[in-house]
């Protein structure tokens, strides 16, 4: 089989809500001279082998050995050129910002996904603690800033692990953040996403917690016909779009940058008058995309799907919180990785590939 007809398989399996939300994750395939990469906010359930971007890996090398600007504005720009110079003339469409990860582990496919499961020990105060228990031959990365940043630190911890032990990790756990498996063959990732799955899974049974999230009761649709109209008169938008469901225990903060990305920080947690909104606008910098009150939890947006994925988003928080409790409680990102990520321009452009 073609490798970029295998990616494209394992793309498609990984793809699904088990595993990846809304345009989260990243797959990669690879020879020794170049590198076909999932684009930056397309779903992998749809990817087709001609939407991979190649990139030539010797150019995309340039970025190991540059000197980046101490400002993130400038240096995330000076990484986006690189990526660009590096893209084959034959291909097209904006390579993950992730690429350069990808790049630096050498087996030949790499999938990156973000499943609840795992977050529940990459997102817990005990996960570090508890992957080594576990999983004892994985590399563990504390966070770091996705791009550049995250890509530089990965090289050196695989480098170190490389040098420790003889050969790459084959599981890669960054905390707040999700999985990376690497291997030769399509059934090598395979075999590793079944044992972590497995392993995470016996850890939550035996500590009595379900991997299913608990929600409410669907409400009524005039309910949430008369919520709809509410949000769009405090919003000052006749035009917003909303998506209910029962009420779940929402987290208290921000917990991934896809979390970030399609459901925001913090939630508003009550009735969504014209005063609670421009409150929660005044404390947060934006509107709230998913708001709690009267039994029922709603997702907002601009359109039907965007909507649909921050009530999605923030239930998939939800779930990860509830799994914290099996790693010592949940451990919220800090001020400063919510705030790289609420102004860096990659999520931005991510965001807006949903329509």
């Given at each position: ?92 469409g904006r390579p ?6 990808h790049d630096s582990?050498?087996a030949r496919y ?246």
């Open positions: 089989m073609d490798i970029l007809d295998v990616i494209t398989d394992l793309s498609h399996e990984f793809g699904t809500a088990e595993y990846v939300r809304a345009g989260g994750g990243n797959t990669s395939a690879k020879t020794q001279t170049t590198l076909w990469v999932k684009p930056s906010g397309t779903t992998l359930a749809h990817l087709k082998p001609s939407d991979f971007v190649a990139l030539d890996r010797r150019k995309l090398g340039a970025l190991y050995t540059a000197n980046p600007p101490s400002d993130v504005a400038a240096r995330e720009a000076m990484v986006k050129e690189l990526m660009a110079q590096a893209v084959l003339p034959s291909s097209h993950s910002v992730e690429a350069p990860l582990l050498g790499v999938v990156h996904t973000h499943p609840a499961l795992v977050n529940g020990m990459t997102c817990g105060k005990e996960g570090k603690a508890a992957c080594r228990q576990y999983f004892p031959q994985a590399l563990w990365v504390d966070y770091v800033d996705p791009g550049y940043t995250l890509c530089m630190e990965v090289r050196k911890a695989v480098a170190d692990y490389q040098a420790a032990n003889g050969r790459e990790p084959a599981v890669i756990f960054l905390k707040n953040h999700g999985v990376f498996a690497a291997g030769e063959q399509a059934d090598d990732i395979r075999a590793l996403y079944i044992m972590v799955m497995r392993t995470l899974q016996r850890h939550y049974a035996d500590r009595s917690i379900s991997c299913k999230l608990p929600v409410g009761p669907e409400p009524d649709p005039a309910e949430v016909a008369a919520a709809r109209e509410m949000i769009r008169q405090a919003f000052a938008d006749p035009t917003l779009c909303v998506a209910a469901s029962g009420a779940f225990a929402l987290p208290d903060g921000p917990i991934s940058p896809d979390h970030i990305v399609y459901a925001k920080s913090y939630y508003l947690t009550e009735k969504p008058t014209p005063q609670a909104v421009a409150a929660f606008r005044q404390k947060h910098g934006y509107l709230p995309q998913v708001i709690a009150f009267r039994a029922m939890v709603l997702g907002v947006g601009q359109t039907a799907k965007k909507a649909a994925l921050a009530l999605e988003l923030a239930m998939d928080g939800a779930l990860v919180k509830q799994l914290a409790e099996a790693f010592g409680g949940i451990d919220y990102m800090t001020d400063a990785a919510r705030t790289f990520i609420e102004n860096w321009e990659v999520e931005s452009y991510r965001s807006r590939q949903v329509q």
